[in-house]
């Protein structure tokens, strides 16, 4: 069996729900649209919207080396407008999604 093959009856990885808020200039420069389309890049389902603050709500679930990628984007300079801060917290998947939505 190769190492990308996963045997039938293998161990299968946690899913896990992040609950994110995203401050800084995050409003009106694509950020939700963004961070919809690289959640959906890795798998994930969950929403994004924004916040009556000017901050983000991110909410995802998916495998647990999944959603901690979408973190770490969420964390890096590669999103649209300017991150002043995440903060975030895990925990246990609810599966309450059908897909990853923008508000």
């Keep these: 069996m190769g190492r990308h ?10 899913t896990v729900r992040l609950d994110a808020r995203v401050f800084g200039v995050v409003q009106g420069v ?12 890795l798998g994930l ?6 916040l009556d603050d000017g901050s983000v709500s991110v909410i995802a679930e998916g495998a647990e080396p999944q959603v ?16 002043e ?3 975030s917290g895990f925990s246990a998947a609810q599966g309450t999604f059908g897909g990853f939505r923008a508000h």
Excluded at 5 to 14: D, F, L, S
């Design 85 to 87: 801060r995440v903060e």
């Design 45 to 50: 389902s969950g929403e994004v919207s924004n």
């Design 30 to 41: 694509g950020f939700r649209y963004w961070t919809m389309g690289t959640a959906e890049e």
């Design 68 to 83: 901690r990628k979408l973190l770490d984007w969420l964390n890096s300079d590669r999103t649209p407008g300017r991150v």
């Design 5 to 14: 093959e996963r045997a039938q009856n293998g161990p299968m990885q946690e």
